[in-house]
């Protein structure tokens, strides 16, 4: 089974400059995560998708930071214009169901992430 | 607000001898835990998890246990390999949905 695809793998830009990354999750896997994961620390939730909608948010910098999943399936994650903090890797998850309502917790399955460096 | 936290940045443990790496969490309503894996530029890999209803939680080489009054899991590698070495981050999520709050996350070197 193919896992969680991410690309690009590292991104270098100026600050005020935009990017896009790309994810493309586990075939069949309803909900996505987008994650900020700023050296020493750990993964911060910036975005959860289940299929084409958004069910959580509610800590994405929403001024500078977009991201959609239109057809269900893979998803862009964007930020414009970048700031020197946006340093992080961004990592991609996905999981098979969205919630805990049928009393089990879905794991999430991690990609690569894209290494950003603003500069 | 860190939700959960791992105090220990690292730890060094000889091969074939036991791995302990700890997590403690504000929130009592989180339910369920995860334990990642993560290796230099690849993103993190499950675990084993564990959820509320039990206390401990067992794969192989990999134990994990909580104890709830104590708002605390811990996760065992018992033989700890060089292969281990890596860094661990704890999370831990809540009924009302699947956002996982995790923690900064422990470097474990194994010293063959």
């Known amino acids: 089974e193919a896992g969680v695809a991410q690309s690009p793998r590292y991104k270098i830009i100026e600050k005020r400059q935009s990017v896009a990354f790309w994810c493309n999750p586990i075939?069949?896997?309803?909900?996505l995560y987008w994650y900020q994961q700023i050296l020493g620390q750990g993964p911060k939730l910036l975005i959860q998708?289940?299929?084409?909608?958004?069910?959580?948010d509610s800590q994405l910098p929403k001024d500078r930071f977009s991201a959609e999943r239109l057809k269900g399936v893979d998803s862009t994650l964007k930020i414009q214009p970048a700031k020197l903090e946006d340093s992080a890797v961004y990592l991609c998850?996905?999981?098979?169901?969205?919630?805990?309502?049928?009393?089990?917790?879905?794991?999430?399955?991690f990609g690569p992430g894209t290494r950003l460096l603003v500069l | 607000d860190q939700q959960v936290k791992q105090n220990s940045p690292s730890l060094s443990v000889q091969e074939g001898r036991i791995s302990i790496l700890n997590c403690d969490y504000t929130n009592s309503m989180f339910d369920y835990f995860l334990w990642y894996k993560k290796y230099p530029a690849e993103g993190p890999t499950f675990l084993i998890s564990?959820?509320?209803?039990?206390d401990k939680n067992e794969d192989g080489r990999f134990t994990v246990f909580l104890n709830k009054s104590a708002k605390h899991l811990s996760l065992h590698i018992v033989p700890s390999q060089p292969g281990d070495s890596a860094v661990y981050f704890c999370a831990a999520s809540g009924a009302t949905g699947n956002q996982f709050y995790f923690g900064t996350g422990t470097s474990l070197t194994v010293i063959p």
């Open positions: 998850a996905s999981s098979l169901f969205p919630n805990s309502r049928l009393g089990v917790q879905e794991t999430q399955y």
């Open positions: 564990i959820s509320s209803i039990k």
């Open positions: 998708f289940q299929n084409n909608g958004v069910v959580d």
């Open positions: 075939s069949g896997h309803a909900t």
